[in-house]
């Protein structure tokens, strides 16, 4: 019989505890999820999600945007007949909005009165604080067609009781007494406009000539880059001066608006045309383009299917760099004289106003066009540089 001293007791040994699993690396399934994102993206989504991150370059395309919605709807942000002067207001300063009436919010701005002071003899406006007139939204006013088509009245803001004409000058007047407001609407309309439509005529001929100068070289190479080194070698400034005295004086503004673009055109498509020239160089021996040629596609097809889209990023990018050079040289070509001419309306035309510089000292507000001018092209700048980034997805 075993006795409790004979009993030998063995412990048992508890098994350690499990070990924790390993943490996931943070980051590490939307790591995988990302990468395998990018590697069947596109090359446009790629362009995309790059320039989302220039953020410079996403405030810089709101700014363009809005603008070109000020050109579509130039007409319904301008509140006064842009060709209507008034002699009373010659040189009128710009009038004050008062945001509150009596503690409520209610836009006003009191009458205007001219007085002739007794020491200088010049004409000098004061407020007529007994004559309240309120500013509304959705206003009617002069007749116009909406985007080209839509006969109406309605204008974004106006004055309540009173001709809106002769009674609201938000930016001053002009010489005539003429709104200043809505003739920067309408020339916002007529620079980006030209700018628009000349870049994109370069950018035809850019890659037109430089397609064919690429892909045929040769005798056609020798002719078109004799051509653009003909352009670069003369000087801007002869060049639009020879060019707008030959423009008879009885043209109307269309045919001057015309004569403007196609002379900055031909102008502006040289450095496009060079930078199409070299990247068909290096693609035409390629092997698609001769199988293209085998399956029978003619040179226009390879050229405008086959090599063009190869780039399509940077002539993107280089068409946005292009605008603002478009836009100075019609404002300057206008602020010369060389350009646009009243009546037409331009930044430029705007502009010639404050050549003279005791008009700039008594009238300062005559320099607001410089003001849009200077934003849209550091945004045209700014956007471009984004773009030029972008196109490039794989960098750095």
Known sequence: MATAANIVVTPVETPPPAAPPAPTAPGLVDGRVAEERVSVA??????????RKHRLAMVSAGIVALFYLGVIFADFLAYADPYASEGQRTLLPPQAIHLFDDGRFAPFVYGIKGERDLTTF??????DTSRKLYVRPFATGFDYKLLGFIPTNMHLIGLDGAPTETNLFLLGGDLQGRDLWSRLMYSTQTSL??????????LLFGVVL?????????FADTVIQRLIEVLFSIPSIPLWMG???????????????????????????TTLARVVRGRFLSLRDEDFVKAAELAGAGPW?????????????????????????????????????LGLRPPAMSWGVLLQQAQNVQTVALS???????????IVILAFNFLGDGLRDAADPYGV
């Open 42 to 51: 596109s090359q446009w989504q790629l362009m995309w999600w790059r320039f």
């Open 122 to 127: 010049k004409r000098v406006y004061v407020e």
């Open 193 to 202: 406009t030209i700018g628009l439509v000349g870049v994109t005529l370069s």
């Open 210 to 218: 430089g397609g064919i100068a690429g892909y045929y070289g040769g």
């Open 243 to 269: 060019l707008a005295a030959a423009m008879p004086r009885d043209w109307g503004i269309v045919q001057v608006y015309f004569a403007i673009t196609v002379i900055i055109s031909l102008i502006g498509w």
């Open 301 to 337: 097809r390879i050229i405008f299917v086959h090599l063009a889209p190869l780039f399509l990023s940077h002539i993107i990018a280089a068409t946005t760099l292009a605008l603002p050079a478009m836009i100075i040289s019609e404002t300057a070509l206008s602020f010369l004289g």
């Open 364 to 374: 300062p507000w005559l320099m607001i066009p410089a003001i849009p001018v200077t």
